[in-house]
């Protein structure tokens, strides 16, 4: 065993909004600048989290969801990112006990509580004096093994610290583990979908820079570490040794500003299957990568770029036809809204029936149960599938080809399917269903047999010689 296999930390936070992405952040930022590294996680089904973790680390961010995982998968996915590592630094998400409806199952305590790992709490106490210390106590006793080891504060004044240190320490027996001051220009922005994503905040890497040299100063570091190091041992595992090779194509996968939502592990799990991923930009290519066997459009911000995605219709029409000849495509909420006919009127793909519109308030939110109406590229009639849906739109004149329903709440019906397209709002979460990448990576080795096969009938026969 070795000693990295051991070393983790969870920072969880009271509420969402107390600051624990900014924490995190600055904790990664000032232990990368140790030139540790840094196995980085985020609890649920977030991708502009991790987004801001690979910005800072230089790796993956690994999201870890109890909800679609069982707690032995979610070991293993744990486990086989955090080899070759110093230490793993998991976020929460919400409030440290929030999780699926009344429950605590996908909660930043549910998953410290899986990989028994050690866990601090970001506590905000502007407002209050003694009041702070009954708010830590009472998440401290809420579980009989709360995972909680310690405390961080965020947005107090340097004078205050040794105030709420002592007393906190003294009423809770928890350790104080250091503060972020409240500094403006160091926040992390925000809009309607979370924290805007890493690559558009301006003047990102100073503000990483500042928060980690912040962190270094104000929050024990080394502390943390010795904490991270009291964790008990984990044994190494595969994550992915289930999945053998099937095929070997070339898979087209959108990754620009526009679309970037997507659960590493899907990526990683159709690179086992065999598929080499091809990257391109909707927003500044012409057209797509040559010789692909699919598409794979993820979620995020196309309401904002439609203009430039709509003016690209060369862009466009290649999807298209791409579609209309059988090519295999995921397209998931981004992904299905740039597929539609348009967003908020501008023309987009026209792939699949739909005219998108954009709302104030949030959409079918929250993890869903996804039952086929018809055989598709991801499913037989009749079979289900979990997801993820959170988006501020709505589709006029879609499709219906799949129920959609939370346990013990209201049902609806949305989305295309097709023998080669999979579009609608649930993000897919694939090591939860295995059995969808397969089918995806099955469509795209035949669609390149047939391609292989069609190419060899075109070419011409050998030329006879004339004898004299």
Not at 31 to 42: D, E
Request: glycine share 12%.
């Amino acid at each position: 065993m070795t000693e990295h296999f051991m070393k983790r930390l969870m920072i969880g936070g009271t509420q969402s909004g107390c600051g624990k992405t900014t924490v995190t952040a600055a904790v990664l930022a000032a232990l990368t600048a140790r030139k540790m590294k840094l196995a980085p996680y985020k609890c649920g089904p977030d991708y502009i989290d991790p987004m801001f973790h690979r910005r800072i680390t230089g790796r993956p961010s690994i999201n870890l969801d109890s909800v679609f995982l069982e707690p032995e998968k979610l070991r293993k996915i744990f486990a086989w990112h955090m080899k070759e590592s110093d230490m793993a630094v998991i976020e929460g998400v919400m409030g440290y006990y929030d999780g699926q409806g009344k429950g605590d199952r996908g909660s930043s305590y549910h998953v410290a509580s899986i990989t028994k790992t050690p866990a601090v709490l970001v506590v905000r106490p502007e407002g209050t004096a003694l009041s702070a210390a009954a708010i830590v106590q009472g998440f401290k006793n809420f579980r009989e093994e709360s995972m909680l080891r310690g405390i961080i504060l965020n947005g107090i004044r340097e004078g205050m610290y040794p105030f709420y240190r002592e007393m906190i320490e003294a009423e809770t027996g928890l350790k104080v583990y250091g503060f972020l001051p409240k500094e403006s220009n160091v926040f992390l922005e925000s809009r309607h979908l979370g924290l805007v994503t890493a690559a558009e905040q301006e003047s990102l890497s100073e503000k990483l820079v500042l928060l980690g040299a912040m962190a270094e100063k104000y929050i024990d570091l080394d502390g943390l570490i010795g904490l991270a190091g009291t964790a008990e041992p984990f044994e190494p595992m595969n994550a992915f040794e289930e999945f053998p090779t099937m095929g070997n194509v070339r898979l087209a996968v959108a990754l620009d500003e526009a679309f970037c939502f997507y659960y590493e592990d899907n990526l990683e799990m159709l690179r086992r299957f065999g598929a080499e991923i091809i990257p391109f930009s909707p927003l500044r290519d012409a057209c797509l990568p040559e010789h692909i066997h699919g598409i794979y459009i993820g979620g995020g911000y196309p309401e904002i770029y439609a203009e430039r995605l709509s003016e690209n219709e060369s862009m466009r029409m290649d999807i298209l036809r791409a579609g209309r000849r059988g090519l295999p495509i995921i397209g998931e909420c981004g992904g299905y809204m740039y597929l539609c006919g348009s967003i908020q009127s501008r023309p987009m793909v026209g792939l699949v029936p739909g005219k998108c519109r954009m709302t104030e308030k949030l959409g079918p939110f929250g993890y869903v149960r996804g039952t086929c109406r018809k055989d598709s590229l991801i499913g037989k009639a009749g079979e289900t599938f979990a997801a993820h849906e959170f988006h501020y739109s709505l589709m006029a004149d879609g499709g219906e080809d799949f129920l959609l329903s939370k346990p013990g709440r209201r049902s609806w019906s949305g989305g295309t399917a097709g023998g080669n397209i999979y579009a609608a709002y649930p993000h897919l979460y694939f090591y939860a269903n295995p059995e969808i990448p397969k089918r995806f990576m099955g469509a795209m080795e035949a669609f390149r047999q047939a391609e292989q096969t069609a190419a060899l009938i075109r070419q011409p026969g050998p030329v006879m010689e004339e004898k004299i």
